[in-house]
């Protein structure tokens, strides 16, 4: 094997020639060890701290004005509902500030609609729907929401899901975990999808990607927003 070529320093001692700093954008990040930025990365990033941001600003409103914005949703998703007998209608149990839509749910239920709670079963999967109404068991699910103990699994006519925030395309900024995008794309028939939160909670974008689905329809206490 050939000697390294060497060259002389300032003190007199040999060395041998280094790579040139330079040349280090030529390398792959992965043989570096230097982890690649995509966008969709810099899209997750920013999704977390406008998160974070949003549930901060709900959960601050006073109780009265969200009961108060609560009883507007709930007039205007009657409105959109229109005759909901034998209809399935899956709502969601309330959650860090999110409208607390437990009395309309009751009334649906008197009215003939068959409602439906949301159940987390893995990581990373759909949800699953189960029947519930007031008196029914209970047990603790992911985050240590209430799902249904003994209802019977079904697929929503309409879904009804929380928002952390939404955008003007009508898409929903979530917790993050991607269970309603996934759900929406796995039912073989798809529900009237709607979004549900305060005006508040509306942005110039989620920056929306390829895996996004959005809302049918968002209502807060101000307005029906149709896709």
Known sequence: MAEPERHQTNDDETREYASPACSLHEIDPAYSGIPAVTAEDAVYAWRKVQRQKLIEERMALPQAQREEYTRSIAAHLDQLAGDVAGKHVSLFWPFRGEPDLRGWLNGLAARGAICLLPVVVAKASPLIFRSW???????????????????????????????????????????????????????????????????????????????????????????????
């Open 133 to 227: 109404k007031m008196g029914e068991p209970l047990e603790r699910g992911v985050w240590n929401i209430p799902v249904p103990a003994e209802g019977k699994p079904a697929a929503p006519d309409i879904l009804i899901a929380p928002v952390v925030g939404f955008d003007r395309g009508c898409f929903r900024l979530g917790y993050g975990g991607g269970f309603f995008d996934r759900t929406l794309a796995s039912l073989e028939r798809k529900p009237l999808a709607i979004g549900v939160g305060y005006q508040s909670q509306e942005i110039d974008t989620i920056y929306p990607l390829s895996h996004d689905i959005p809302m049918d329809v968002i209502v807060t206490q101000s307005e029906l927003r149709y896709r």
